[in-house]
């Protein structure tokens, strides 16, 4: 009876032991193994020096596809309207360059989906005149 428990005793400091040494990643490794974005954010459109294209441009250093919208507020419609889209290669910058052809005061954001934080990064808006 005592061989039985002292067995037992043993195999509870080990288990204890053992659940105390893998009970978790330690601050410095959670800390290390957060996701990283690496996605440039889209620039805020702009048009082109020459005033005929509205313009965005945006980097991926992800290992993965990436896409890039150029949109542009509809207020007679359903909002915010996806103009022009891109998928953006592992290590590239892309620009979105979206003929300037309606008359009037449009406003404009560009849209990036970051795979590594999923989630989008969005420019900032801006009123653009074509």
Do not use: H
């Not at 954010?41 to 150029?70: F, H, Q, Y």
């Not at 359903?78 to 891109?86: C, E, K, M």
């Amino acid at each position: 009876m005592a061989t039985v428990s002292r067995w037992l005793s043993v195999t509870l400091a080990v288990v204890l032991a053992v659940g105390a040494a893998g009970s978790g990643p330690t601050a410095a490794a959670a800390a290390v193994a957060e996701p990283q974005s690496c996605i440039s954010a889209p620039s805020t459109p702009e048009k082109s020096p020459t005033g005929v294209m509205v313009r965005s441009v945006a980097t991926n250093d992800c290992m993965v596809l990436a896409v890039i919208w150029l949109m542009r507020y509809e207020t007679t419609d359903t909002g915010w309207r996806t103009v022009l889209d891109r998928y953006m290669e592992p290590g590239s910058t892309t620009r979105l360059e979206f003929p300037c052809r309606a008359s009037g005061t449009r406003i404009y954001r560009s849209v990036v989906w970051d795979p590594n934080m999923m989630a989008y990064v969005t420019s900032p808006e801006v009123r653009i005149t074509c």
